[in-house]
């Protein structure tokens, strides 16, 4: 089972996200804040993380390091989450760890490209 982790300040977003990932494979989880993000993976680490940039409580860049200090932190895929390509947070977000990158607005392709693919069982 996928487990994925949307954080995002805004409820709609989270709602829309865990809507167009949640399915008989991935477990959607939700945090608001970076607080709550890192105590959420210090209990159970998702293997996917969907980071907003503009979160109020927290740097990006610090939530990512301190997700990636945590225990299977290392193996966790984060993904900077931003309303329009700008270099220099992208930068120091894959900088502190994060493995790309997905735009806002997002659609069910654009987030589902990030997620590993559903083996086919036959």
Same mark, same amino acid.
């Given at each position: 089972?996928?487990?994925?982790? #949307?954080?995002?300040? !805004?409820?709609?977003?989270?709602?829309?996200?865990?809507?167009?990932? =949640?399915?008989?494979?991935? #477990?959607?989880?939700?945090?608001?804040?970076? %607080?709550?993000? +890192?105590? =959420?993976?210090?209990?159970?680490? /998702?293997? *996917? *993380?969907?980071?907003?940039?503009?979160?109020?409580?927290?740097?990006?860049?610090? +939530? *990512? !390091?301190?997700? $990636? &200090?945590?225990?299977?932190?290392?193996?966790?895929? +984060? %993904?900077?989450?931003? /309303?329009?390509?700008?270099? !220099? $947070? *992208?930068? $120091? &977000?894959?900088? &502190?760890?994060?493995?790309? %990158?997905?735009?806002? /607005?997002?659609?069910?392709? !654009? +987030?589902?490209?990030?997620? /590993?693919?559903?083996?086919?069982?036959?």
């Amino acid at each position: 089972m996928l487990r994925c982790m #949307i954080v995002d300040g !805004s409820p709609v977003v989270r709602k829309v996200a865990r809507r167009l990932i =949640a399915n008989e494979t991935t #477990i959607v989880t939700t945090a608001d804040t970076g %607080y709550q993000t +890192i105590a =959420a993976c210090s209990v159970e680490m /998702p293997d *996917i *993380i969907i980071l907003d940039d503009a979160l109020s409580d927290m740097p990006a860049p610090e +939530i *990512i !390091s301190q997700v $990636r &200090a945590l225990p299977g932190g290392e193996n966790s895929k +984060i %993904y900077l989450c931003l /309303p329009e390509v700008d270099l !220099s $947070r *992208i930068m $120091r &977000a894959k900088r &502190a760890g994060a493995a790309g %990158y997905l735009l806002k /607005p997002f659609n069910r392709v !654009s +987030i589902t490209e990030i997620l /590993p693919p559903v083996p086919v069982e036959g």
